[in-house]
């Protein structure tokens, strides 16, 4: 584990949300930052209990030291904003308000990320490839398993309407 890289991790999102603080005019804003091994695919998750108005941060710890640039330029802000919109409005998804947040927080208002994670993912990768510009796409366990159930589930970045075919290959973690 590299506690030094967490660190700096942590001071990244101190930052950021001392710059939200001055630009919602927020007095205070405390908020749980964790480092999983279980999170998967995804580089972060941003949990807030309502009734409680925790927040919690968690951040992807095997892609972290792999994509250290795009965890301080992108993943941090992406999390720090959902904690910001759940502070604001108690909700937060992808929409207007978050994305406001990620323009104020100088962030560009991506929702996924393009690491590599082959090292990460829970039960191996499956190979698709996409109908319509034929590039392959690689998915985890739950959405192949979601794609098996409903194969219009998930589309491909090329289109909408993409269906996914399986090719047929299960590709291990590393």
């Not at 990460?120 to 499956?126: D, I, T, Y």
């Not at 491909?156 to 399986?166: G, N």
Request: hydrophobic share 35%; charged share 25%.
């Amino acid at each position: 584990m590299n506690f030094e890289l967490q660190k700096q991790a942590v001071e990244r999102v101190k930052y950021y949300i001392d710059l939200a603080r001055s630009s919602y005019n927020i007095p205070r804003f405390d908020c749980t930052i964790e480092f999983s091994y279980k999170l998967g695919r995804s580089a972060g998750l941003c949990k807030f209990k309502s009734k409680t108005g925790k927040i919690t941060v968690i951040f992807n710890a095997v892609l972290l030291p792999d994509n250290k640039e795009d965890f301080f330029n992108a993943t941090i802000p992406h999390e720090v904003a959902h904690a910001v919109d759940f502070y604001l409005r108690g909700k937060s998804d992808h929409g207007r308000n978050w994305q406001s947040i990620m323009f104020n927080l100088g962030a560009n208002p991506k929702r996924t990320h393009d690491m590599d994670t082959r090292k990460s993912a829970k039960g191996g990768l499956f190979l698709y490839k996409c109908e319509v510009c034929s590039a392959e796409v690689e998915l985890g366990k739950i959405r192949h398993n979601r794609l098996q159930k409903d194969p219009t589930k998930y589309s491909h970045a090329c289109s909408r309407a993409t269906r996914l075919v399986p090719t047929l290959n299960f590709i291990k973690s590393l």
